[in-house]
């Protein structure tokens, strides 16, 4: 089974920058998609950015720009590199893995296509 250590969160001010990063342990396969949800209060868990194995990328339009993925295949861990932060994307942020599939197909997934999940990071962003 796989597990996930994710790290990076804390508080910071509009516009600052955060960089999230995520250890997926017990994952076995080579051939994944792997990336970020979040949820904030009230809200519904949302895909962020994921990245494939090959490199490829996700973005969620509300980060596009803004956020930038990237991940260390060898050592199973991927990052997520935060800039301009704004209010809205405060959030509890969850780290997720999908074997054999691409970060574009993972991005249109949502929460209930997965049934673990980690203890997540929390990310605030003051105004």
């Known amino acids: 089974e796989v597990q996930f250590v994710e790290s990076g969160g804390g508080l910071v001010q509009a516009g600052g920058s955060l960089r999230l990063s995520c250890t997926a342990s017990g994952l076995v396969f080579n051939n994944y998609a792997i990336g970020w949800f979040r949820q904030a209060p009230g809200k519904e868990r949302e895909g962020v950015s994921f990245?494939?194995?090959?490199?490829?990328?996700y973005y969620g339009d509300s980060v596009k720009g803004r956020f930038t993925i990237f991940s260390d295949n060898a050592k199973k861990i991927v990052y997520l590199q935060m800039n301009t932060l704004k209010p809205e994307d405060t959030a509890v942020y969850y780290c997720?893995?999908?074997?054999?599939?691409?970060?574009?197909?993972?991005?249109?997934?949502?929460?209930?296509?997965?049934?673990?999940w980690g203890q997540g990071t929390q990310v605030t962003v003051s105004s």
């Open positions: 997720q893995v999908r074997p054999f599939s691409t970060a574009q197909a993972m991005g249109r997934l949502t929460s209930r296509h997965f049934g673990y």
């Open positions: 990245i494939s194995s090959d490199g490829s990328t």
